[in-house]
């Protein structure tokens, strides 16, 4: 018989925050190169836009950009370049609010 004392309390109500994936995942060519509690960087296609619009489209602010590296999309220079530059494709730097 197990003598612990069942869980009587109320239901765990807090929802986890969303992930990059969940944010950013549907944007073309999107590839995700790093996550932590307070932002995201991905790379992704971006056919003249910039990476601000990108971030405003998963609800988050732009950090700034790296111009994405070969043979790797996640590798580049670790200077943070304009979030309105306007390029085909970057690593986007989107803080989490």
């Known amino acids: 018989m197990d003598s612990r004392t069942p869980d009587t309390g109320p239901p765990d109500t807090a929802v986890p925050p969303p992930s990059c994936d969940d944010l ?3 944007q073309e060519g999107y590839t995700l190169c790093m996550e932590n509690a307070s932002e995201c960087e991905f790379y992704v296609v971006l056919n003249g ?12 602010s732009c950090r700034g950009a ?21 390029v085909m494709d970057a690593v986007c730097v989107c803080e989490l609010r």
């Open 49 to 60: 836009e910039t990476c601000r619009r990108a971030c405003e489209r998963g609800g988050q």
């Open 24 to 26: 950013f995942g549907t």
């Open 66 to 86: 790296h111009q994405e590296g070969m043979p790797d999309v996640c590798m580049y220079e670790p200077e943070l370049e304009s979030c309105g530059r306007r």
